[in-house]
């Protein structure tokens, strides 16, 4: 346990972790780079701790003192007292949840280690950018019960801000990593034992129900961007193109709503 000392200079170093948090761009930069992710709220703070992540410094505001006491307990960390104008001041934005922490990342595990502790169900996420989105598709996966989740080189930070408030903490739940040479990586997915099944709109796609009766033993399902879907190179070394028949003249769901539409049809029975 480390006491709270309070901070009243907004360039003081140890606030250097929570400055600028409004500042996408180089938040997107500076948190994997410097190894750390930011958690916002007493619950997103409790299951970070709680799934193992360590922590490197929290910042609160007077009245979540109480509230937090037993994390301040528990912890080995410095925490940082500051006025909510300071809290302001540093983040850029009004802080409503009062308590921040900062936290450090764990390395990632290797594909095959992670596919091998996957019995029956994968996500690949293709080149999801926007944040909420890939928050979504975690919080799907935890409840609709994927193992794992895979992410290609250029998706989204799950452990970005963002993501992790709209995952309600799911990031910290579902074991997942980042392919470092997509589609390539669909050869370790099939050696795996997985085959692999692309959400598309193509014309030779099986429909999703046809999918979830076949009850595939491993099943890695592979989602693709918001504008153009999956990568061609993706659509042509999956095993099987699935897609979700649409009414109304609306060509496609959101990613993170066509996610949970096939995880949930294709739960292991
Ligand atoms: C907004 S959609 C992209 C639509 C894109 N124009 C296309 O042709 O795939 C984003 C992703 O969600 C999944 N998806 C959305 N609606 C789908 C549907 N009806 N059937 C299969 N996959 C769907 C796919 O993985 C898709 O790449």
Redesign the pocket.
């Known amino acids: 346990m480390s006491e709270p000392s309070a901070v009243t200079d907004p360039a003081d170093p140890r606030l250097a972790d929570y400055a600028d948090l409004t500042d996408v761009e180089l938040r997107r930069r500076r948190e994997p780079a410097e190894g750390l992710f930011i958690a916002e709220g007493e619950k997103v703070i409790r299951r970070a701790l709680a799934a193992g992540y360590g922590m490197r410094s929290m910042m609160l505001t007077a009245k979540w003192l109480d509230v937090m006491a037993d994390v301040i307990a528990a912890v080995d960390a410095p925490v940082h007292l500051v006025e909510p104008q300071l809290a302001e001041q540093v983040t850029g934005y009004h802080v409503h949840r009062g308590a921040l922490a900062s936290m450090a990342r764990s390395p990632l595990p290797d594909t095959v280690d992670l596919l091998a502790a996957a019995p029956r169900r994968v996500a690949v996420f293709?080149d999801i950018v926007d944040h909420a989105n890939i928050g979504a598709a975690f919080r799907n996966a935890a409840a609709l019960g994927v193992d794992a989740v895979l992410l290609t080189p250029r998706c989204a930070d799950p452990l970005y801000r963002r993501s992790v408030k709209v995952s309600m903490g799911a990031v910290f739940q579902v074991p997942w990593t980042r392919l470092r040479s997509w589609p390539q990586d669909i050869a370790t997915l099939r050696g795996a034992g997985f085959t692999v099944a692309?959400?598309?709109?193509?014309e030779r796609?099986i429909t999703?129900d046809e999918l979830a009766a076949r009850d595939d033993e491993r099943l890695a399902l592979?989602?693709?961007?918001?504008?153009?879907?999956?990568a061609p190179g993706t659509l042509a070394a999956a095993d099987q193109h699935?897609?979700?028949?649409?009414d109304a003249g609306?060509?496609?769901?959101?990613?993170a709503?066509?996610?949970a539409?096939?995880f949930y049809a294709t739960r292991p029975r």
């Open positions: 293709e692309a959400l598309c709109l193509s796609a999703l592979v989602f693709g961007t918001e504008g153009a879907g999956l699935v897609r979700i028949p649409m609306v060509d496609s769901l959101n990613v709503a066509a996610s539409v096939a």
